[in-house]
């Protein structure tokens, strides 16, 4: 299952909404039988690539949007966490 855009509103963060909608995401993935979520995040982007470490997301690659992405060195960090059986 991919993860494709997760946001709170600025006036809403802190609260603990992104790490609540995420564990929903993957207990959605686990009922319905997936064995992994992905998404992709941004090298500016640190706090979500904290969030996603801290629910069981592994960084399992790096790309570059386009040429002048790679000239700036803007990375996409991409991530998997893997569901298991569930038991």
Same mark, same amino acid.
């Given at each position: 299952? +991919? @993860?494709? $855009?997760?946001? /709170?509103?600025? +006036?809403? $963060?802190? $609260?603990? &909404?992104?790490?609540? &909608?995420? $564990? +929903? /995401? @993957?207990a959605f993935a686990r009922a319905r039988g997936y064995g992994a979520v992905v998404l992709s995040t941004s090298v500016v982007q640190v706090a979500a690539q904290r969030?996603? +470490?801290?629910q069981g997301f592994r960084r399992v690659g790096t790309s570059y949007p386009s040429l002048l992405g790679t000239l700036l060195n803007f990375q996409i960090f991409h991530y998997r966490c893997e569901l298991g059986d569930g038991n």
């Open positions: 299952l +991919e @993860l494709k $855009r997760m946001s /709170v509103s600025r +006036e809403h $963060r802190g $609260r603990g &909404l992104a790490r609540a &909608l995420c $564990r +929903e /995401v @993957l969030l996603y +470490e801290g």
